[in-house]
């Protein structure tokens, strides 16, 4: 069955028929992304490559726990590696100062996918959990992290694998861009893995999002610890974050290594691991 045959048999399935051709809206090492008209809005298809081809059996998993807080797909096909996803509307990029509200709604989804580690795994989610992160720092080959600095983060990592908070999905790319303007629903998840929560936030609050906005989202997690024992967690996510980042970028990268190099995007990898040897390690651009 062709692509498009494939596309408009789901289409029809779910009550849908396309209008429009079936055109690229983007290629990247991590996959592709095709876009049509229907009856009934724009529809997206994506192609993710072999590293983040988790994230068509994790939307299925996501929408059932927290189905406000993501996207409805209207097909996922993991043994054909496709996912089709219907338009979500505007972002928040044109309105970052909005960004703060969705904190809290997005530790929400956080609390509601806790319970369902196994299964985020059994989707193909990466684990990097706190007690995980000093093996795959030694076995990382991307940038030089002095034995010192390896020795700090093995301590950083041991004191966030006491956190209180359970591990849950952490997007890893969590910003204006990939949440839309609902101010309710996320997208993007292929830079996800299951790790603290709070290791999204090394992203999220970086840049103009003040400590109310930061306060707001360990609001919901406050039945669980302190409010010191959740900063220091937050403090610690937030530098495990940037290994999550490296590795993440890399898994991203696989399939073209040399894409972008000399670029944010190329260079992102060793850069977030370079920031460990930062005094401010969560500071990363």
């Known amino acids: 069955m062709t692509l498009v045959a494939w596309l408009d048999e789901r289409l029809a399935s779910a009550g849908r028929r396309r209008t429009g051709e079936l055109t690229v809206a983007r290629v990247r090492p991590w996959g592709t992304v095709l876009r049509a008209e229907t009856d009934r809005g724009t529809v997206w298809l994506k192609l993710p490559g072999p590293t983040t081809a988790f994230e068509i059996s994790l939307y299925p998993l996501l929408h059932r726990i927290a189905p406000q807080h993501v996207l409805a797909p209207i097909a996922a096909d993991p043994a054909l590696g496709r996912l089709l996803l219907p338009d979500g509307g505007p972002t928040l990029r044109e309105r970052a100062g909005e960004f703060a509200k969705v904190l809290p709604r997005y530790a929400e989804l956080q609390r509601a996918l806790a319970p369902a580690a196994g299964e985020l795994r059994a989707a193909g989610v990466t684990d990097m959990r706190p007690e995980l992160l000093p093996r795959l720092l030694e076995e990382q080959t991307i940038a030089v992290v002095p034995p010192v600095r390896r020795a700090w983060f093995a301590e950083v990592a041991a004191a966030l694998a006491e956190s209180k908070v359970p591990a849950s999905i952490d997007h890893a790319d969590l910003h204006p861009g990939n949440v839309f303007a609902d101010g309710h629903r996320c997208y993007d998840w292929g830079d996800s893995v299951l790790g603290h929560p709070f290791g999204s936030m090394l992203v999220a609050l970086r840049g103009a999002v003040d400590d109310r906005a930061r306060d707001a989202y360990l609001e919901v997690f406050t039945d669980l610890a302190p409010r010191a024992e959740l900063l220091a967690d937050l403090r610690h996510a937030r530098i495990a974050g940037n290994l999550i980042r490296a590795l993440t970028w890399h898994r991203a990268l696989a399939p073209d290594p040399g ?27």
């Open 259 to 285: 894409y972008g190099r000399g670029t944010a995007i190329g260079d992102g990898p060793a850069v977030h691991l370079r920031q460990l040897c930062s005094d401010a390690p969560w500071d990363c651009p």
